[in-house]
């Protein structure tokens, strides 16, 4: 009579493990589901080619290091998680070695020289982009650059003088804004080519970062020798 009995308590133990792996199946298919809907996941485009605008002459000088001249890139930003996102926070760095960028940045008086919306006006933090949604910005980055190149565009520095316009004032002279030594061809209906000679020695790297209400950052890189697709 005691064969049947334990038989029983043998059938009653596997049918109690069995409903605890269910159990946790289904408490981990909920945690699983749970993390797919609260992730967040943002996609950062940074575009350089921006002519209209002008750029900015602020009085920011770092003697031997180069003063600080703000340039105007087209940021595009967009929600491609599962949820509402809120934008807390928006910084610039410039990236001055390989690894971690946290450890490779380097941040200086000047370099964020603001976000704006397309329009114009001040873009105001903090900000929430829906699931699927883009917004696009114009932010403005600082250079710095070399005393020969400002010595160039110090004629214009009380002037109007967009990115194209800039570029084809230092075309004329032989050089980019950060010193690379440039191939310059103008045509005679004013339209002009501008190309480095060889490889861009000088070419800073800039780091935008953006941070979540959930304190998660994420960046994307851009220069003027960085395309991205927009």
Avoid: C
Wanted: charge should be positive; avoid cysteine.
């Amino acid at each position: 009579m005691e064969q049947p009995k334990n038989n029983k308590v043998n059938t009653s133990l596997l049918v109690a493990l069995f409903s605890l792996v269910i159990s946790i199946a289904a408490l981990g298919h909920t945690f699983w589901q749970s993390w797919k809907y609260e992730k967040e996941e943002l996609i950062i485009r940074i575009a350089p080619n921006v002519e209209s605008l002008p750029i900015k002459f602020p009085a920011i000088n770092f003697g031997k290091e180069g003063q600080v001249i703000q340039l105007p890139f087209k940021m595009s930003v967009t929600n491609n998680g599962s949820r509402t996102l809120s934008l807390l926070e928006y910084r610039t760095f410039q990236l001055i070695g390989e690894g971690p960028i946290e450890k490779n940045k380097k941040f200086y008086t000047g370099i964020d020289g603001g976000l704006f919306n397309l329009n114009g006006t001040e873009a105001q933090m903090p900000t929430s982009i829906s699931q699927g949604e883009t917004i696009a910005y114009i932010v403005y980055v600082g250079i710095l650059a070399k005393k020969n190149v400002i010595k160039i565009l110090e004629p214009y520095q009380n002037k109007t003088l967009s990115r194209r316009s800039m570029y084809k004032v230092l075309g004329k002279n032989g050089t980019d804004l950060y010193g690379n030594p440039i191939d310059y061809q103008e045509n005679t209906d004013g339209t002009f080519s501008f190309g480095v000679q060889g490889k861009a020695n000088n070419n800073p790297i800039f780091v935008f970062q953006w941070k979540t209400g959930k304190g998660n950052k994420f960046v994307s890189l851009g220069g003027d020798y960085i395309f991205s697709e927009y």
